[in-house]
């Protein structure tokens, strides 16, 4: 498998700036904060993405299942990550009987949005102005998958 559960390890050669502006960080990980902190916010619906060379391409998080849907974050490390991510989402779909994803992402998001977008995802919506970042109000976009479940 070319993913596997996350470990602190996992983000300490990340640049900061790679997640400086990312849902994935002011969302789910304070990675601003101290190792044990980061610690304790890792979880079992934690997940980093490898390519087939082994190396780290992303990563992907549970933030909330129910009836068939799935709510991720993800931040990708590198282009063309589509394949594996899409692996993490047939295996959850498998073992969570999964149907319909859904991500929420920031406009400048683009290398999120375009592997999503390669994946058959399409802006469901979009929160003007709802989160702040670093001295700045950004839009938010909720990205759905086709729904599977009809």
């Known amino acids: 498998m070319l993913f596997r559960l996350a470990t602190v390890d996992d983000f300490l050669n990340i640049e900061s700036s790679n997640l400086k502006c990312s849902t994935y960080k002011n969302l789910a990980y304070p990675l601003g904060c101290s190792m044990s902190e980061l610690d304790a916010a ?3 619906g934690d997940f980093v ?4 060379k082994k190396t780290k391409v992303g990563f992907v998080r ?16 590198h282009d063309f990550a589509d394949e594996h991510i899409q692996a993490v989402m ?3 779909a498998e073992q969570y009987h999964l149907g319909k ?7 400048n998001e683009q290398r999120e949005i375009d592997c999503l977008t390669r994946l058959g995802f399409s802006e469901e919506a979009r929160l003007r102005n709802q989160i702040f970042v670093e001295g700045a109000y950004y ?8 729904d599977k479940r009809v």
């Open 42 to 44: 890792l979880g079992d």
């Open 49 to 52: 993405v490898f390519n087939d």
């Open 62 to 77: 549970i933030k909330a299942m129910f009836e068939g849907i799935a709510y991720l974050d993800i931040h990708l490390l």
């Open 90 to 92: 047939s295996w959850l």
């Open 101 to 107: 994803y859904y991500v929420q992402l920031l406009p």
């Open 139 to 146: 839009d938010l976009l909720m990205m759905g998958s086709e």
